[in-house]
């Protein structure tokens, strides 16, 4: 008899006890052309698996991981492989697996536990890669870490070598961990690499998002109010793109130095009390909860829509959207239509979750390549120090700048473009605290 709790999701899967539970492994020949596609925008991961597929640094390593699984989540994930890891997987938001993309990994021998509108079995799957036992994590908003030091304490203290997160909500998560002297092992903070929040936060975002926005919706953008809450680097990338595409965009934010940056930016800033009156689209991607209540549907337009872009679905306080509703009915995938008890119909988009994983496929290939490229060579660091025998700090750490820097390169050199070197005339003058006027 098996000890695996059964999971609550019933009808039909394709699972196999100990290896994997998608939806459908049938798919997995669509989801390899999806994942072929993705490296053929990939040089940096596809080079680092080149390199490392020949000396396998990751031999006798189990990696779980717990993120979107994507077509460019793939790529990583067979790059880890054919590196020497075994590996587990599970998705990390309910609404953005890639049904065939899981498929194809599960056919090409990745434990992974993961399907589209995963709502009561998320901590099922990600319980179901620790039973793998593994030496790494590698997650995204900080589920797997957190199931681990909560639920399998003597795995983190004795067994897990380190981990890493990729976004910027899972590195606030780990240093408060930190701060309360509750973290168990050391944790690369990837999503703080520049090479990672400066394109994947900003233009991946940006991008990504407004492409889930239109293929909920198919609105026009132009002559729009695009609202965006936040103008951090995944806000400013969203109203940029917004901005783009001819929309009218209004910001509101809490922190002063970034509303002035927004109008700088050429964005109206108000407060969401002002901006829920006359915005027509409302995106969140502050990372903070309740930012979205029930004073502001009240006081939007009909037919306003709204979504968020934040990890976690708290921004927009949907409780009190069903408290004020009168009756709620599907548009159109993804498009959820809420008639208040005002008249007034608000339409909000996958349920809140993230838009652009859960209405689109994320952000594109090309960005993801410098994001995963930190994602694995964080790990080989992890590994390589492990082998050494150093006693790493058991702390929250920040990505090498020569990592930064070799990644940077790397992306340059795939996009073939030539950048200027300083001579050093030029590097003694930068070091000259006499070099004046
Ligand atoms: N986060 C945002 N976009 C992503 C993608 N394409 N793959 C994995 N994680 C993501």
Redesign the pocket.
């Given at each position: 008899m098996s000890n695996i709790p059964p999971k609550k999701a019933q009808g039909n899967f394709s699972e196999v006890e100990g290896e994997y539970c998608v939806r459908d492994i049938n798919l997995a020949d669509e989801g390899q052309l999806l994942i072929e596609w993705a490296e053929s925008r990939m040089p940096v991961l596809m080079g680092l698996r080149k390199k490392y597929s020949e000396t396998k640094p990751f031999k006798g390593y189990i990696i779980a991981g717990c993120?979107?699984?994507?077509?460019?989540?793939a790529v990583l994930i067979k790059t880890l492989k054919d590196a020497g890891a075994e590996v587990l997987w599970s998705g990390c938001n309910p609404l953005?697996t890639n049904d065939a993309v899981a498929a194809a990994l599960a056919k090409d021998g990745i434990k992974i536990y993961a399907w589209y509108g995963n709502m009561e079995d998320f901590y099922w799957c990600i319980e179901r890669t620790i039973d793998g036992k593994p030496h790494l994590t590698l997650d995204?908003g900080c589920d797997l870490i957190d199931t681990v030091h909560e639920k399998y304490k003597d795995l983190a203290v004795n067994h897990i070598v380190g981990g890493s997160e990729?976004?910027t909500t899972g590195v606030h998560r780990l240093r408060s961990r930190e701060a309360a002297g509750q973290l168990l092992y050391p944790v690369y903070a990837v999503n703080d690499a520049e090479t990672k929040w400066d394109f994947?936060n900003v233009y991946?975002?940006g991008q990504?998002t407004l492409d889930g926005i239109i293929r909920a919706t198919s609105v026009l953008l132009a002559g729009k109010n695009f609202v965006t809450a936040g103008h951090g680097h995944c806000g400013s990338g969203v109203a940029k793109r917004a901005k783009g595409m001819g929309a009218n965009t209004i910001i509101t934010e809490v922190k002063a130095t970034a509303a002035i940056k927004a109008t700088l930016e050429g964005h109206e800033v108000m407060t969401m009390d002002e901006a829920a009156k006359v915005g027509d689209v409302f995106c969140t991607a502050t990372g903070v909860k309740d930012v979205i209540r029930k004073w502001h549907f009240e006081s939007m337009r009909d037919g306003a829509i709204v979504c968020n872009t934040g990890h976690y679905d708290a921004e927009i306080n949907i409780p009190e959207l069903e408290e004020i509703s009168v009756s709620k009915r599907t548009i159109r995938p993804n498009c959820e239509e809420y008639t208040l008890k005002n008249g007034n119909r608000i339409y909000l988009l996958a349920q809140g979750r993230?838009i652009?994983?859960a209405a689109a496929?994320?952000?594109?290939?090309e960005?993801?390549d410098m994001?995963?490229a930190n994602q694995f060579m964080a790990h080989l660091s992890l590994v390589e120090r492990h082998k050494s025998g150093e006693k790493m700090p058991i702390a929250v750490m920040e990505i090498p700048e020569d990592q930064d820097e070799f990644v940077a390169k790397t992306k340059l050199e795939a996009m073939s473009m030539n950048i200027d070197t300083l001579t050093q005339e030029q590097i003694d003058y930068i070091n000259d605290y006499n070099a004046g006027t």
């Open positions: 993120l979107h699984v994507t077509k460019e989540t953005s995204d990729e976004t994947d991946g975002t990504s993230l652009n994983l496929e994320g952000h594109p290939s960005v993801m994001s995963f």
